[in-house]
């Protein structure tokens, strides 16, 4: 069996007025919560008031009722308009909301005029409007509303720039906290000391061990404090000394000067070496004198032995 308010809506669409409204009624009581009960009673009663009142009712129950909504604007522009009073309905503007609207309403403003009664095919008009759903918008990533994303190449150098910061911070905590930094990706094949000398001075190191190299002036006419290295690539260690590295020389016992590279030693040392190995001999550092003479500079001397002599 339809319900009351189905039973309201068949009668209005057939003319019954009366029996429409008798329906609307127990469809009041049935179903008080539903928007679209009110708003067929508003639409055909003709009392301005009680039609506020009923629309108010269904916005209450349902805010976005679209013929609700439409009513209510027309009774307020009614309200403000006195003019538009005469001659003008509700139903002339509120479709679909009433099945009353009259489209050959006389244009002229001071006539009046009683509603129309509807026709058949103005009730057909009038169809319950389905409620919209909102839309519900995707929400979004917060991460991604706050904050821009970075290009590769801003990454890349965002990357590079934490990098430095990160190493200059880690030579710093090395100077400080005196420990050393595994950097041999860095200084490839440089020699290392496992320890600093015990003291100041000139040294032959080999084997973890410090051999004392004595300074002479002048090309050196005896083996005094000149030692003997077993490796072909000899490491001279000066510590506490910081002699001028433009004024040193590498001199073979031929006179011929070779090149040799110098590094930053553990602790407050200096490290040389020969790029490439040495052959046996006799091999000295000379520092250059202010005079440039042979006499006037220094030498440090040691040997290279002969693999393959016999002890």
Known sequence: MPSSLQQGINAAKAGKMQDALAHLKDAIIEEP???????????????????????????????????????????????????????????????????????????????????????????????????????????????????????????????????????????IASAVFDFSLPLDFLTGNQPKLSTEPPYPGVFLYENDAFIDIQAHTGPPTVDIGIPTSTVQEPLIVFFGIEPELEKMRFIYQTGDYLAFNEYQGKGNSRLYQAELSLEPGLYCLQETAESSSLEDSRFWCFKVANPTAEE
């Open 33 to 171: 919560q539903n928007a679209d009960v009110w708003v067929w009673i508003a639409a055909i009663i003709e009392d301005a008031a009680k039609q506020e009142i009923f629309l108010k009712k269904a916005l209450e129950i349902d805010p976005d009722n679209i013929p609700a909504q439409r009513g209510m604007a027309y009774l307020d522009k009614r309200k403000r308009d006195e003019a538009s009073v005469k001659g003008d309905h509700l139903s002339d503007h509120t479709s679909p909301i009433t099945p009353f609207p009259n489209k050959n309403r006389p244009e002229e403003q001071g006539k009046k005029t009683s509603w129309a009664k509807p026709e058949k095919r103005d009730l057909e008009k009038l169809a319950v409007q389905p409620k919209k759903e909102p839309v519900k918008q995707p929400k979004q990533d917060q991460t991604s509303q706050e904050y821009p994303k970075l290009s590769p190449l801003e990454l890349g150098l965002l990357g590079v720039i934490v990098i430095v910061f990160t190493f200059i911070g880690l030579l």
